[in-house]
Every structure is written in C-alpha cells, then in structure tokens.
C-alpha cells in the first residue's frame, strides 16, 4: 500500500523549517532545472540543478506551486518534509473505513 497524494489536494507543504501556502490545484511535479529563454518560447540554456546534489538526494525532482497572484515557488522535491491536503469531495479509502 502507499500514501497516495493527489497533487491538486495539497492546502500546504512543510519545507524550509515552516509551512507554506499552496494556492487550489497550483501544485506540481517536475524536473528540478533553471532555463534561459529568449521570445518566442524558446530556451537557449538550460541548467539541471540535480547536478549540483548528490545522487541519492534525487535532486533533478523539483515541486513548484502558487503562492499568490504571480508569485511561486520552486526547491528540490526532497525539501519538503510533509504535505496538508484535503480530500474533496471524494470517498475515503477502504482503510479509513471503521
């Protein structure tokens, strides 16, 4: 069995030493890089940040959300310690179930 988490039920993440906002259905998953692009759309360079950790901090894996109107915020997945989340609307797994 595993803690299934679905990324657009997380109110909050515990990273840095506090707990910070994630704005409804903001949050997500991907690789952990900083890119240079120029218009349109195109990106000249691009800087995997996961080679500047150690292998087995898995650092290539990045979370970034919203954390108000046109202010995010990005850090390497193994940042964050903890997740708040809220199941909407939805049936609690079986193993809720007393």
Not at 21 to 44: G, M, Q, W
Request: aromatic letters at 12%.
């Amino acid at each position: 069995m595993s803690i299934a988490i679905d990324p657009s039920d997380i109110t909050s993440v515990f990273a840095l030493g506090q707990w910070h906002y994630v704005a409804p259905n903001s949050f997500v998953i991907d690789a952990y890089e900083l890119v240079r692009a120029t218009p349109p759309h195109r990106c000249d360079d691009v800087v995997p940040l996961g080679q500047f950790y150690s292998d087995e901090k898995q650092a290539h894996m990045g979370a970034r959300w919203l954390v108000g109107p046109g202010v995010e915020m990005a850090l390497p997945l193994f940042e964050i310690k903890a997740y708040k989340f809220e199941r909407r609307n939805r049936t609690p797994p079986d193993e809720y179930m007393v």
